[in-house]
């Protein structure tokens, strides 16, 4: 069962009332500037308050996502995509000339994490061009 937390969270979420609270946060003045210059010049949304409602819901939608992810992986840890899934995926997605070489992005992945044990997809990327590099 995935956390009560997430559960309530996506209920809140979910819920059609559009009753306001008035709340004071202290944010950096910089980022006050760029949300009204984000609001002002580029027409981000209709003000700074929509602006920030837009992006804490967008990020609260993420935490519980991969809150629910994370749940899955640890009832079924043979799920969760290796280091060398992430970077073909990315390679993928990106267009990026290494997607059509898998074996090359597998042996990537395993060689980064013996001298990089928190390499991430994008590492695999690098190393595997550079390697590409170092042989021609």
Not at 25 to 54: F, H, K
Not at 64 to 86: C, G, N
């Amino acid at each position: 069962m995935i956390p009560s937390a997430v559960d309530r969270i996506t209920e809140l979420l979910d819920s059609s009332q559009l009753d306001t609270v008035n709340t004071s946060m202290r944010i950096p003045n910089t980022l006050r500037e760029a949300a009204s210059l984000a609001v002002d010049e580029l027409g981000a949304a209709a003000s700074t308050t929509a602006l920030t409602t837009t992006a804490l819901r967008a990020t609260l939608e993420a935490v519980v996502m991969q809150a629910a992810l994370e749940h899955h992986y640890e009832r079924h840890p043979e799920t969760r995509p290796s280091l060398a899934d992430l970077a073909l995926a990315a390679a993928e997605l990106d267009g990026h000339p290494l997607a059509g070489e898998p074996e090359r992005l597998r042996r990537a992945a395993a060689e980064i994490v013996e001298r990089h044990p928190h390499a991430d997809a994008d590492d695999v990327l690098l190393w595997a061009e550079a390697q590409s590099f170092a042989s021609a």
